[in-house]
């Protein structure tokens, strides 16, 4: 059975960093096409970064370009989000999703399994 499990948020001041872990199993991770998305509090879910199968292609949100990089260790099964220079409207609960195939677009509606989120707080 296919299970994602995130890790690495928390409490950070603005400026700060964090990374992001997304755990995969029960799945040929390779196989999948990996996002992180994410839910500020009375907003809706919004796509963040994806990365394809291989690693080759990804995509960005604009309002983390330059400052989120994503990257994947397959024969880890593992996903990462690097997160520089985070600002307080960078908090939100962010979860990953894995859809098998190729990249979606930072659709929500693209990917088919989804973890459980990891809270991230940017706040002085």
């Known amino acids: 059975q296919l299970q994602l499990v995130e890790s690495g948020g928390g409490l950070v001041q603005p400026g700060g960093s964090l990374r992001l872990s997304c755990a995969a199993s029960?799945?040929?991770?390779?196989?999948?096409?990996i996002g992180w998305f994410r839910q500020a509090p009375g907003k809706e879910r919004e796509g963040v970064s994806e990365?394809?199968?291989?690693?080759?292609?990804?995509n960005y949100a604009d309002s983390v370009k330059g400052r989120f990089t994503i990257s994947r260790d397959n024969a880890k099964k593992t996903v990462y989000l690097q997160m520089n220079s985070l600002k307080p409207e960078d908090t939100a609960i962010y979860y990953c999703?894995?859809?098998?195939?190729?990249?979606?677009?930072?659709?929500?509606?693209?990917?088919?399994?989804w973890g459980q989120g990891t809270q991230v707080t940017v706040s002085s």
């Open positions: 999703a894995a859809v098998r195939g190729l990249l979606r677009g930072l659709s929500t509606n693209g990917y088919d399994y």
């Open positions: 990365i394809s199968t291989s690693g080759t292609n990804t």
């Open positions: 029960g799945i040929t991770v390779r196989n999948y096409a």
